[in-house]
């Protein structure tokens, strides 16, 4: 005896609903128009999250200082990489948290806990491997610098 298979669910074409909210987005047109969404980004975690704006004040700080030190250029490149590593997980960790908030709303959920908790963890991560290059990289010369004025 032979079953009817239905056939399989399109579902590369959106209903036309959807495709009609998709339309009203303003999707990036030219490259201009994705940095200047990018650039949304960065200003809204300026703005929202406490702890980006100390990552970026850090960040700076530590590459001015490696400068001013006078440290090789392949070191001032590991200091800015780092601290680049720390934002980039740091706008990560504010998308995740708002798709989390989007989808349980005010809710409790184990599992918006658990992807809360490691997208802050990812970033504590990066931000203690951050400190521990720099300080390799800027405490000897630096040391050695107000050891010089004494
Ligand atoms: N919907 C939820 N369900 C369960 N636990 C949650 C939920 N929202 C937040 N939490 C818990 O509360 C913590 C703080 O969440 P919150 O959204 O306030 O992030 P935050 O304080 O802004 O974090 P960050 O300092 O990394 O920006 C999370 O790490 C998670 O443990």
């Given amino acids: 005896m032979s079953q009817q298979v239905s056939p399989p669910q399109q579902t590369n074409h959106l209903p036309p ?9 303003q999707v990036a047109s030219n ?13 809204y975690s300026f703005q929202t ?14 590459i001015a ?3 001013f030190l006078h440290l090789q250029p392949i070191e001032i490149a590991v200091i800015g990489i780092t601290s680049g590593l720390v934002l980039a997980l740091e706008l990560l960790n ?3 948290e708002s798709l989390v ?8 959920h184990d599992l918006a806990k658990i992807a ?3 997208a802050a963890a990812a970033v504590l991560v990066s931000a203690l491997v951050a400190v521990l290059v720099a300080c390799i990289l800027l405490l000897p010369p630096l040391v050695v610098l107000i050891m010089s004025n004494f």
């Fill in 31 to 43: 490259l201009f128009i994705s940095f200047k969404y990018a650039w949304t980004g960065i200003s």
């Fill in 65 to 67: 200082l490696s400068v």
């Fill in 94 to 96: 504010t998308a995740i």
């Fill in 49 to 62: 999250q406490r702890n980006f704006r100390i990552h970026v004040g850090v960040g700076v700080l530590a």
């Fill in 17 to 25: 609903l959807v495709k009609k909210e998709r339309e009203s987005w």
């Fill in 101 to 108: 908030d989007l989808t349980v709303k005010q809710t409790y």
């Fill in 116 to 118: 809360k908790d490691c």
